[in-house]
């Protein structure tokens, strides 16, 4: 159609500049003038600021090609519609786990089962594939479960039944074969969580208390088949032996794997992304799939793969004190470049027995399997324990860890202490805040990174705190909290994208490996909650028949208002 009267272009363009996105859109639907004008780049770099409410010192991401297809990326990309809800647990459902392939996902919960999940049914809808439980073995519940590497083997942490204050749990090994149970490994404390080293070996924890306010936690490599070879083979090996102070522990470890970290999948240092854009015709480029859903037309995006940008020591940020890190963990020796290495994460304290800190502990190769002396290594008289090689102090405690897919980043849910605080005893830490704040951890230059992310929020106190489990995808990172919410944010612009409804607790959330537009949402409600994006929803709705391309902008515009009300954007909250 065109426009009886021509307007000029600029005049246009001003008018735009004053309207909401939504009324651009659907004037752009007018004539091919307005149309055009309404695809302008300066005027969707302007919407997608003042929209999302980023400071515009922020550059744009740098997979990106347009501001219109960003603007529409965030908008539409983001798994907030709620497509299915999962009421086989009888009781509050603790943690979500998928797999490496993304085709299954376990869940855990107060009602001692472990179930497993299919992701693949041709319909799109989720089924119940299998529920193990754990009460013959004592357990009071499952918290916690994590696929090996080649999604064989599944490992389920549980808690002992016992007094209100025991501290003990253990771990098991189930095999996704079969679903026989393979090995039980004892863990203690029980938040110490466990994790895979490898496909075949797993860390476990004890804690040997050797006085009033010291102990020492002793944390093991157990083989997953723990079979007849066990005569000859042996099947498990100290790892490390930590001295803890202040009635301090070590909790929740996980294992990070540093191969990608000169090549990560988004590098959120916004001046080496500007250098990684420059050197793009320097070096070899790889194509990174950015699916933006422009009904079947799969755009490819070139990032550089840039390690050149420039190392640098770790510093004190603000209010976090940071022992100084071991400069063969950032510095690297010519002959072990491109090395590797593999970094023990856990969460620790000094101060009081609330976990305040990450620590950090390099694995050697040798130190992968059981093989060797029982109790690792001989140690002179003076290193009767381990020392940590570094620690990042997050200033109040620390309520969920997850990793980038890439293993760059650590990311960090914590509730802080007052600012200036001083601790004087150790069982009675700092009040705690009520908002939860998201750090981000660069493991590769072992510094906290840009400023925490907030929304989300919890409100129990110290001695009756829990772990609230996060996910991070290759551009999003997710978390639950206590609000009766889960929430989303984009790890590039550092913004909170999305609220996830439940009835009660949030206490678990995760993304599909092979698909960022699924998200799962576990909570006390005792549901497990699936949520895709309106992209995502629009596409299993629609005929078989692939749409024109043309067909674009109105099937955007056409976004219902039921997809709006189970995920809103927070910008409107």
Not at 505 to 511: K, P
């Amino acid at each position: 159609m065109e426009c009886s009267q021509v307007l000029p272009d600029s005049l246009v363009l001003e008018i735009f500049l004053r309207l909401p996105y939504d009324a651009v859109l659907r004037a752009g639907l007018t004539c091919k003038q307005w149309l055009a004008v309404s695809r302008d780049e300066f005027l969707w770099r302007e919407l997608f600021y003042s929209y999302y409410r980023i400071p515009r010192s922020v550059p744009r991401h740098p997979a990106a090609v347009s501001w219109y297809r960003e603007f529409k990326r965030l908008f539409d990309c983001i798994p907030c519609v709620e497509v299915q809800t999962l009421r086989e647990h009888s009781d509050q459902v603790l943690h979500l786990a998928f797999s490496h392939r993304g085709h299954r996902f376990s869940s855990c919960s107060k009602d001692c089962t472990v179930k497993l999940w299919d992701t693949e049914r041709p319909d799109g809808t989720i089924s119940l594939v299998h529920t193990s439980s754990m009460r013959q073995f004592n357990w009071g519940y499952t918290q916690f479960s994590q696929f090996n590497a080649d999604d064989s083997l599944l490992l389920v942490s549980g808690v002992y039944l016992g007094p209100h204050h025991s501290s003990s749990g253990e771990i098991a090994v189930i095999s996704l074969e079969n679903y026989s149970l393979l090995s039980r490994v004892r863990n203690k404390p029980y938040d110490v969580f466990g994790c895979w080293l490898n496909e075949t070996h797993l860390i476990s924890g004890n804690l040997h208390w050797i006085g009033n306010m010291t102990s020492c936690s002793v944390l093991w490599l157990n083989k997953a088949f723990q079979d007849i070879e066990s005569e000859n083979v042996n099947v498990v090996k100290r790892l490390f032996k930590i001295q803890n102070i202040n009635a301090s522990t070590i909790r929740t470890v996980m294992v990070a794997h540093c191969r990608r970290h000169d090549n990560p999948d988004l590098l959120l240092d916004y001046e080496a992304q500007s250098l990684a854009q420059r050197q793009k015709g320097q070096r070899h480029h790889q194509p990174l799939l950015f699916d933006l859903g422009t009904s079947g037309m799969i755009l490819f995006f070139i990032l550089s793969r840039s390690s050149a940008f420039l190392l640098q020591l770790a510093q004190m940020m603000g209010r976090a004190h940071t022992k100084a890190p071991d400069c063969s963990l950032i510095e690297p020796s010519e002959s072990k470049e491109g090395e590797d290495k593999t970094y023990l994460l856990f969460t620790t304290g000094s101060l009081t027995y609330s976990p305040h800190q990450i620590g950090i502990k390099l694995i050697k190769p040798d130190q992968m399997t059981t093989s060797g002396p029982v109790l690792g290594e001989e140690r002179s008289s003076d290193e009767f324990f381990d020392s940590l090689d570094h620690v990042i102090d997050i200033h109040g405690h620390i309520i969920g860890m997850g990793l980038s897919p890439d293993h760059r980043y650590l990311y960090v849910n914590s509730r802080a202490w007052p600012a200036g605080c001083v601790i004087s005893d150790p069982m009675s830490p700092p009040p705690i805040a009520e908002e939860i704040d998201l750090h981000v951890i660069d493991l590769k230059n072992l510094r906290e990174e840009r400023r925490s992310l907030r929304a989300h929020r919890a409100f129990t106190p110290n001695d009756e705190c829990f772990f609230i489990f996060l996910d991070v995808s290759r551009d999003f990172v997710a978390s639950g909290a206590e609000d009766k919410h889960g929430y989303i944010w984009d790890r590039h612009y550092n913004i909170c994208l999305a609220r996830l409804a439940h009835d009660d607790v949030v206490n678990s959330v995760a993304f599909s490996p092979a698909d960022q537009e699924l998200l799962l949402s576990a909570s006390d409600d005792s549901t497990i909650k699936v949520w895709r994006s309106p992209r995502m929803v629009r596409l299993a709705q629609a005929p078989a028949r692939p749409s024109r391309p043309r067909n674009l902008l109105p099937s955007w515009l056409s976004r219902n208002k039921n997809s709006t009300s189970a995920g809103s954007v927070c910008g409107k909250l």
